[in-house]
């Protein structure tokens, strides 16, 4: 059992089961790691703060007492043999939790819908009470100062008790509340009386109180069969009664007799379902207490993913739910439409193959209740395909009208295509449902109506000349002439703005790309979901002498500009500037260099705005440089800068230099679209000479291809796509290596992508 100081580590931390046990078990006193595939950056956070490690190496620790693993977790894995042969004992998850809650006073919530919300709800009536215990939820509350597990020397635990792994046949609880019942997981169970025995089984091991609704036939038939504790009921003609009354904005109000006292109380989850829920859990505070206090769910904050509205303006909402049973979908829908004769439009990711097989006639009954549906493909959490157990099997068995429900893949701008773009003007009910990653989904599609709010706040506050856009194409503003668009778009008059548009952004966590005159970057096809800043007008390319060979650059003028104002003004030390085709932010970003020289060696400061819209300057001594990179400007972004002569020398003198050089460029350099050199120079060796040396010289990929003048860079020969590019890239980066052992590493940007993940 768990001791003090015992080592644990913990396979697939980041799932709803496995992050309150490693939460409970560091609280005890274990010295707890983990290891997930998929770790969440909310549950990291959340772990790290109770002094839970995430190990990234994936490799069992020295100090190893114990493993607990999720069920979701393949036994024939690599980890897993090593275990064996270190003699380590490796444990389920749901097994694990009956040790510890058999040597307590388990209250035990199970069923097959609602558990999760129950739990919580039943954890903050008895928190709210004072009194003292230990919990297990298989969620995160909404608040996230409250963790979803705690220890306790009580020797009351409060914890749903999960069916779908045959694990909750562990468990031997002091009060069980089972809260419903529904055929479920039938990967596990292959009838509703194999559920049924595995109920009444955790019923009989109960010592002291079995609670169940009392208009639920298949839980009236399991008490039928005799119990060795007591048992009762709640609802309406329950031994705990309740009636509910709603007003019109959904809320719910409680009003109690029977066994327990009279009192009058908000229900905070909206909807039948979560008010039967709530009745379930006051039922067991006045069980172990009996009494009640006056408003015992008052600050309840809920839980992520039930029934959590993210979005909401005056006639459209936003809802993310659970839901991933037939039952529980109605349960949804017959709430949302009782509230609201808005339009109901569901986004629904079917949970396991499984599950999609047994119920997908019970799933188009449901569906065809909404007035739209979009249908992703199955989340398998971790299980084979079956044929017959796809999404496909909805839609092919869907009998609504003809384009009322849509089978689409599981992509971001797919769906998103087929959404609103902005809540403002939309009249519609829109719910997310599911209990695979939809969350993810969900989440962003979020932030995308945010983005939107904020952005026609912003129009109403710019000024005249600020010319801005939605949906703005991007190959025409880039050298290599592909790609596709900007969601939003401004060219700024003034500082204000600049400033204006960049907070707004950060605010709303909109990514911000700063485009100059588009060298040194690759646009997607499907574009760019951000702002795109370019600094276009006059304002920004001012080329200013401040005397004693330094002169004042706004971040959008040309480096060509630039040579040539410092040969009028006879400024050396800029010649190998000419030719590059950039401007002056793009190219401090990337730290340009050409004809043995780098722009920095000219700069003396920068001026810049961070990504949350402050003025900053950075001088010359302070900055971190390398080859092809600013660390300075990696979360800001160049507005203009000092530039410092090496000499003063005769203009004609400068204009020589700069006419070799531009002979030397075009004489080495295409003339065809390109982003510029694709590869930084790997240290002692040029790209180009790699990529030459490996054959490449003229292959293309579509209309992109290895210029032939310079393999070094990748033309476009009309029509090319940065599809073509990307995998041309990636030709070039495998057959370089093959032949030369070299890993080419791209200096040209991705807009929006990262070259490491593909």
């Known amino acids: ?177 089972v809260i419903n019942f529904d055929w479920d997981h039938p990967s596990h169970y292959t009838s509703v009386e194999d559920l049924e025995k595995t109920f009444y089984n955790l019923s009989t091991r109960t010592r002291r109180l079995v609670l169940i609704p009392e208009n639920c036939p298949y839980l009236q038939k399991l008490v039928r069969n005799g119990l060795p504790c007591d048992f009762r009921t709640y609802g309406l003609d329950g031994d705990y009664g309740g009636t509910f009354h709603f007003n019109s904005q959904g809320n719910t109000k409680l009003s109690t007799y029977g066994l327990l006292p009279r009192i009058e109380c908000d229900i905070p989850n909206k909807g039948l379902f979560n008010a039967h829920n709530g009745l379930a859990a006051l039922s067991v505070v006045h069980f172990l207490l009996n009494n009640l206090i006056e408003e015992p769910f008052e600050g309840f904050s809920g839980v992520k993913r039930r029934q959590e509205l993210l979005y909401e303006s005056q006639n459209f909402m936003v809802m993310m739910d659970y839901a991933h049973h037939p039952a529980e979908i109605e349960a949804l829908l017959n709430y ?239 010649e190998f500037l000419e030719g590059i085709p950039g401007s002056l932010g793009g190219s401090l970003r990337m730290n340009a260099g050409a004809m043995g020289g780098w722009l920095f060696d000219v700069i003396e400061s920068i001026k810049c705005i961070t990504l949350d819209g402050h003025i900053k300057e950075f001088f010359k001594e302070d900055l971190n440089l390398g080859y092809r990179f600013c660390k300075n400007l990696e979360n800001s972004f160049a507005i203009g800068a000092i530039l410092k002569s090496s000499e003063i020398q005769h203009q004609e003198v400068i204009r020589q230099k700069l006419n070799l050089f531009a002979t030397k460029r075009k004489s080495t350099q295409p003339r065809e679209p390109s982003a510029g050199c694709v590869f930084k120079n790997p240290e002692g060796d040029y790209a180009g000479r790699l990529i030459e040396a490996s054959g490449l010289k003229g292959f293309s990929v579509g209309a992109a291809e290895v210029s032939s003048i310079h393999c070094n860079f990748i033309i476009n020969k009309g029509g090319a796509t940065s599809n073509d590019v990307v995998e041309l890239i990636r030709t070039i980066q495998d057959r370089v290596h093959k032949t030369s052992g070299v890993f080419l590493e791209p200096e040209v940007l991705f807009l929006g992508k990262n070259w490491d993940k593909g």
């Open 1 to 177: 059992m768990t001791k003090n100081g015992q080592n644990i580590y913990m396979i697939g931390i980041s799932g709803m089961g496995m992050c309150p046990l490693a939460i409970y078990l560091a609280q005890s006193g274990c010295n707890v790691t983990g290891m997930d595939d998929n770790m969440q950056p909310g549950v990291a956070d959340i772990l790290k703060r109770n002094k839970v490690k995430i190990d990234c190496s994936k490799q069992i620790p020295e100090a190893c007492d114990c493993i607990i693993y999720s069920s979701a977790i393949d036994l024939t894995s690599k980890i897993f043999v090593h275990a064996k042969e270190r003699g380590i004992p490796f444990i389920r998850r749901g097994d694990y939790l009956a040790q510890i809650a058999n040597n307590k006073k388990l209250i035990a919530v199970v069923g097959s819908h609602g558990k999760t919300t129950t739990t919580a709800m039943l954890v903050h009536a008895l928190n709210a009470s004072k009194f003292n215990f230990s919990f297990f939820l298989g969620a995160l509350f909404c608040n996230p100062k409250i963790f979803p597990a705690r220890h306790s020397p009580s020797d009351w635990i409060v914890a749903e008790v999960d069916e779908s792994d045959g694990s909750i046949d562990s468990f031997c609880p002091e009060i069980t509340l």
């Open 336 to 574: 949302v439409c009782s509230r609201s004769n808005r339009p109901c439009v569901i986004v629904f990711q079917p949970h396991r193959y499984s599950r999609t097989q047994a119920y997908y006639k019970d799933f188009v009954q449901v569906l065809n209740k909404a007035d739209r549906v979009i249908l992703l493909p199955v989340y398998a959490a971790s299980e084979p395909w079956l044929e017959f157990g796809t999404s496909q099997m909805i839609a092919d068995n869907f009998d609504g009208p003809s384009g009322k429900l849509k089978l689409i893949d599981y992509e971001r701008q797919q769906l998103f295509k087929t959404l609103p773009s902005s809540g403002a003007q939309e009249t519609m009910n829109l719910l997310f449902v599911g209990a695979g990653d939809i969350e993810l989904l969900a989440l962003e599609y979020k932030k995308y109506l945010g983005w939107a709010d904020w952005w026609q706040s912003f129009l109403n506050k710019i000024d005249v000349g600020t010319k801005v856009a939605e949906n703005e194409p991007l190959a025409s503003k880039t050298t290599m002439r592909l790609g596709g668009s900007a969601r939003f778009y401004i060219e700024p008059v003034s500082l204000d703005d600049l400033i204006r548009a960049v907070k707004g952004a950060y605010t709303v966590e909109c990514p911000i790309f700063i485009l100059g005159r588009g060298s040194n970057l690759i646009v997607p096809d499907e574009g760019f979901e951000g702002l795109v800043i370019r600094l276009n007008h006059s304002h920004w390319k001012e080329i200013r002498d401040l005397g004693g060979g330094r002169i004042w650059v706004g971040a959008g003028a040309r480096l060509k500009e630039i040579c040539g104002y410092a040969c009028k003004s006879g400024l050396a030390g800029f």
